[in-house]
């Protein structure tokens, strides 16, 4: 009621168990708690913090300009009232080997269930925008082993994540994740290829399960669950997809606002009361304050 009561090592373990079916695990992008709430109620599997997402929210591009504690506040926030697994974007660790391993620690304090780690430089940019750069093949590895040194829960979940295709080519980027396996890497996420063709070729190189970024206007039509199926990838998130939805009904709302001088038009595209407090489980918490009243 007043938060989950499910551990955060048991979610992990949840998270765990779902990508060793090899069956394709769908995780919609939260924007806040209200969201993330809606999509467990939904029946997801899991819910999805991208970085892009924390950074827009604070009206900010996503260029490596969020913090750790803010990034691990809103990761907790979110964690604390689901019941199912958290991934939160750890974008390129924030730091040096030692200070990626700090991150894993204090993401594994917030509840989280697993996050990612890229390769980019910093500052960092959008995986999908022009002119992404990596570092250097050894350091993006000792990214990733710091992550999995400083991991204290064996079933916390370490993906890396690498930027390499766009930046040096699909060969570079697959000899990276190979190397991110070896190094303990639980999960790889091969950002922004440019084909099918490509996914599969990453699919047949690398033996670990395998995560897709399902971004809208990303330069190609998103692929379809069906064909992430197909292709053999065991995760799949959608980073923007209900920020932008929201964002767009906001954008309508206040125009109509502004336009008509009423929002009486509006009413039947709301969210009403009532699902607001079911979500918002008020009945549970009036039972909680009558339990301490009967004592």
Do not use: W
């Not at 992990?12 to 806040?32: D, H, I, K, M, W």
């Not at 964690?79 to 993401?107: C, H, K, Y």
């Not at 930046?167 to 922004?192: K, T």
Request: charged share 25%.
């Amino acid at each position: 009621m007043l938060a989950s009561a499910v551990p955060a090592t048991d979610k992990r373990r949840a998270l765990r168990s779902q990508l060793a079916s090899g069956e394709l695990t769908v995780l919609p992008g939260a924007f806040n708690v209200l969201s993330a709430q809606a999509i467990a109620r939904a029946g997801a599997h899991g819910v999805y913090v991208s970085g892009h997402m924390i950074a827009a929210d604070m009206g900010l591009p996503d260029i490596g300009l969020t913090t750790l504690s803010e990034v691990a506040q809103r990761a907790s926030q979110i964690a604390r009232m689901v019941d199912v697994p958290v991934i939160v974007d750890a974008d390129t660790g924030f730091g040096e080997p030692a200070n990626t391993a700090r991150s894993i620690q204090l993401l594994e304090d917030a509840g989280v269930a697993g996050c990612h780690i890229e390769d980019q430089i910093n500052p960092k940019r959008c995986g999908h925008s022009a002119g992404v750069e990596v570092v250097d093949a050894e350091l993006a590895l000792r990214r990733i082993r710091g992550a999995v040194l400083g991991r204290r829960d064996p079933d916390f979940v370490i993906i890396a994540r690498t930027d390499a295709r766009a930046a040096v080519g699909l060969d570079a980027a697959i000899e990276r994740a190979q190397a991110f396996v070896a190094a303990g890497a639980d999960v790889v996420f091969p950002e922004a290829l440019r084909s099918l063709e490509e996914y599969r070729r990453f699919r047949e190189a690398v033996d670990v399960p395998l995560m897709i970024n399902l971004n809208e206007f990303g330069g190609r039509v998103p692929l379809t669950q069906a064909e992430v199926r197909d292709l053999g990838y065991q995760l799949a998130v959608y980073p923007m997809t209900l920020m932008r939805l929201a964002m767009g009904a906001v954008a309508d709302g206040i125009r109509h606002l502004l336009d008509a001088g009423s929002q009486h038009a509006l009413m039947g595209r709301m969210q009403t009361r009532d699902a607001l407090y079911e979500l918002l489980d008020y009945d549970g918490h009036a039972r909680f304050d009558q339990q301490v009243i009967d004592g």
